[in-house]
């Protein structure tokens, strides 16, 4: 899989403790935010999670800077890169891909902040994290803010609440508070 392709891992993976029911699942008055719940709560929440990923890479492509996100994974997946060769191959691409002033998906990073091709032959895992940042910030301040108000996003948020106000879903709830009410 390229980075691209790739689902995204959980790089800020806080530890969770959840409280199941007797089948299981998680218990509705422990339950950990999830979904667009989650998202909603910070661009770092949404990037760890690859549905929330997908929805984000949707509505930056409405925007015209899908880019940006891309450029961001391709680092975070270049950072797990092991090996000086694979690393030379990685860094030329992404330079190739995004930085570069022919790249097919230029990104938006201050021009003293850009690389010059020389460092392409001795990479290193942090070589992009000035210009990731430069990006995560641009996503943060400006795109992630519409994204919350975006139907792509508010669609998402409102199937995710009937299928939690669903029958199914409130049984299980009421089973879960009789376990732990008792």
Same mark, same amino acid.
């Given at each position: 899989l390229s980075w691209n392709e790739a689902p995204l891992l959980a790089v800020f993976s806080p530890? $969770?403790?959840?409280?199941? *029911?007797?089948?299981g699942h998680p218990s509705s008055s422990h339950q950990t935010l999830k979904g667009t719940s989650k998202w909603a709560t910070s661009l770092e929440n949404l990037?760890? *999670?690859?549905?929330?990923?997908? $929805?984000?890479?949707?509505?930056?492509k409405k925007e015209f800077s899908e880019e940006n996100v891309l450029f961001w994974l391709a680092c975070e997946?270049?950072? &797990?890169?092991q090996g000086k060769k694979q690393m030379q191959e &990685?860094?030329?691409e992404?330079? #190739?891909t995004f930085l570069s002033s022919k790249a097919?998906?230029?990104v938006n990073v201050e021009g003293q902040s850009r690389l010059s091709e020389t460092i392409l032959e001795t990479p290193h895992p942090? #070589?992009?994290q000035k210009l990731q940042d430069q990006i995560f910030n641009l996503m943060k301040y400006d795109s992630y803010s519409r994204f919350l108000k975006s139907d792509i996003f508010l669609n998402h948020k409102k199937s995710e609440e009937q299928e939690e106000n669903s029958p199914e879903a409130q049984t299980a709830?009421? $089973?879960?508070?009789?376990?732990y009410n008792t």
């Open positions: 530890v $969770r403790l959840e409280i199941n *029911d007797s089948e990037l760890e *999670d690859p549905e929330g990923v997908k $929805r984000f890479r949707e509505f930056l997946e270049f950072k &797990k890169t &990685k860094a030329k992404i330079y #190739m097919s998906s230029q942090l #070589m992009f709830a009421k $089973r879960a508070s009789r376990i």
